[in-house]
């Protein structure tokens, strides 16, 4: 948690001066909502190790080739040393992730979401792409999205990640309706069993 904060304050005055032009993304909700029993928390990935990575291009390509691998806990990875596997691989470089699952929104209404990453991101909520931040960059944020959750519940989730050299990190905050900017809760992700 050392500095996720000041990772973020720099890009929330040009975004949310932005997005007041634009207008929240709406959102569409899991239908049918998945039951408790069917979920587990945490994010389902797939990984493909290619040969070298650069851009949410390359990612795609390389991501029809990707096996799954060991839940992710949500969006909580931190920043890592050279050398230190990216999220669950088990690899440092060359990474591509496909993720998939749910994020659930404990209130209806405007939230504001922004995604951190090393390197490219690209983020799809609700049927609608949210974020995107692609090419090589140091652990950084894509930039604050307004969001529209027209209910309380689940939302489809999916993204793709990749990483090439050096670090790594992959992370995620909100402001909840009324509330303050926080880190989104592990818990308030999931995937089916």
Same mark, same amino acid.
């Given at each position: 948690?050392?500095?996720?904060?000041?990772?973020?304050?720099?890009?929330?005055?040009?975004?949310?001066?932005?997005?007041?032009?634009?207008?929240?993304?709406?959102?569409?909700?899991?239908?049918?909502?998945?039951?408790?029993?069917?979920?587990?928390?945490?994010?389902?990935?797939?990984?493909?190790?290619?040969?070298?990575?650069?851009?949410?291009?390359?990612?795609?390509?390389?991501?029809?080739?990707?096996?799954?691998?060991?839940?992710? #806990? *949500?969006?909580?990875?931190?920043?890592?040393? !050279? =050398?230190?596997?990216?999220?669950?691989?088990?690899?440092?470089? %060359? +990474?591509?992730?496909?993720?998939?699952?749910?994020?659930?929104?404990?209130?209806?209404?405007?939230?504001?979401?922004?995604?951190?990453?090393?390197?490219?991101?690209?983020?799809? #909520? *609700?049927?609608?792409?949210?974020?995107?931040? !692609? =090419?090589?960059?140091?652990?950084?944020?894509?930039?604050?999205? %307004? +969001?529209?959750?027209?209910?309380?519940?689940?939302?489809?989730?999916?993204?793709?990640?990749?990483?090439?050299?050096?670090?790594?990190?992959?992370?995620?905050?909100?402001?909840?309706? *009324?509330?303050?900017?926080?880190w989104i809760p592990n818990e308030n992700t999931a995937h089916l069993k």
């Open positions: 948690m050392f500095a996720r904060r000041a990772i973020s304050a720099a890009a929330v005055f040009v975004c949310t001066a932005a997005m007041a032009v634009a207008g929240p993304i709406k959102l569409m909700p899991a239908d049918p909502q998945p039951s408790a029993d069917a979920l587990t928390e945490g994010l389902a990935v797939a990984y493909a190790f290619p040969p070298d990575v650069k851009s949410l291009r390359d990612a795609e390509y390389f991501a029809k080739e990707a096996k799954p691998g060991e839940p992710l #806990i *949500g969006f909580d990875y931190i920043d890592t040393e !050279d =050398g230190e596997p990216v999220m669950t691989s088990g690899q440092s470089i %060359q +990474v591509v992730a496909k993720i998939s699952g749910f994020l659930k929104f404990d209130a209806p209404g405007v939230y504001e979401v922004d995604f951190i990453s090393n390197d490219g991101l690209r983020v799809h #909520i *609700g049927g609608q792409e949210v974020s995107e931040f !692609d =090419g090589r960059h140091p652990c950084e944020n894509a930039g604050i999205t %307004q +969001v529209e959750a027209p209910v309380a519940g689940w939302y489809p989730l999916e993204a793709l990640y990749f990483q090439r050299v050096g670090t790594a990190c992959l992370l995620a905050e909100w402001t909840p309706p *009324g509330g303050e900017l926080d």
